[in-house]
């Protein structure tokens, strides 16, 4: 069965600190995507990561992505409170795309 | 462009009645999806189309859904009859083929079946 776990499922943080996000997966990856979610809304795009070594960044959010280890990680650099969401990571393996557990990201001043 | 649109924004229904959700995708764009986000089951691809043909419909829950995508600016997902476990929130997204294939989402379609 195939599975996309992201880790942790609740992140409390405070402001100004780092921390990384977890996307694993148990299968070959086409494509990984990255998305935040508000509450009540829908889903941003943030990263589509397409190859194995990809990193992005934008602002404080970097992306990157491991295809051996079937790994994608989320790295946020000095939190900031508008950072609070759900994030969820998003794999396209062939013709079929499953989308992570969510992991939602409380940012304390 | 005005992105995915999606109607209608909210729909609270009967069990057992008819519930048609419609989608018009981003202009060019040339994969359309439809997904559903409930509390128990997180997000979940149902069905998607490139070209207007059903690709990947796998995720389709059982023979009360249907989806057509009669032309590349219009698809429905049908439930009939609908359930009350039918209850989420259900978003259509488009990409196109070529560069980064990122999907954009529409705003969603919050179902509540009584």
């Known amino acids: 069965e195939l599975k996309v776990e992201q880790n942790p499922l609740f992140l409390s943080m405070q402001e100004e600190k780092n921390y990384t996000i977890y996307c694993n997966y148990s299968?070959?990856?086409?494509?990984l995507y990255w998305y935040r979610q508000d509450p009540g809304k829908s889903l941003e795009s943030l990263f589509v990561?397409?190859?194995?070594?990809a990193v992005k960044q934008e602002g404080r959010l970097m992306a990157s992505l491991d295809t051996k280890a079937r790994l994608s990680t989320l790295h946020i650099t000095a939190a900031v409170h508008d950072l609070s969401a759900t994030y969820f990571c998003?794999?396209?393996?062939?013709?079929?795309?499953?989308f992570g557990t969510g992991t939602s990201l409380t940012v304390i001043p | 462009d005005a992105g995915v649109i999606q109607s209608p924004r909210h729909e609270v229904t009967e069990m057992g009645q008819e519930v048609t959700l419609r989608c018009k995708p981003i202009s060019g764009h040339d994969y359309l999806f439809w997904y559903r986000q409930t509390m128990m089951r997180g997000l979940e691809l149902l069905i998607y189309?490139?070209?207007?043909?059903?690709?990947?419909d796998s995720g389709m829950p059982e023979d009360r859904f249907s989806a057509k995508m009669p032309n590349a600016s219009f698809s429905t997902l049908k439930i009939q009859p609908s359930e009350p476990r039918d209850s989420a929130v259900y978003f259509c997204?488009?990409?196109?083929?070529?560069?980064?294939?990122?999907?954009?989402f529409g705003p969603g379609t919050r179902l509540t079946v009584t």
């Open positions: 998003l794999l396209n393996t062939g013709n079929q795309f499953y």
């Open positions: 990561l397409l190859s194995n070594g």
């Open positions: 189309f490139n070209n207007n043909v059903p690709i990947d």
């Open positions: 299968t070959t990856s086409d494509r």
């Open positions: 997204a488009s990409s196109q083929q070529g560069g980064s294939y990122e999907q954009y």
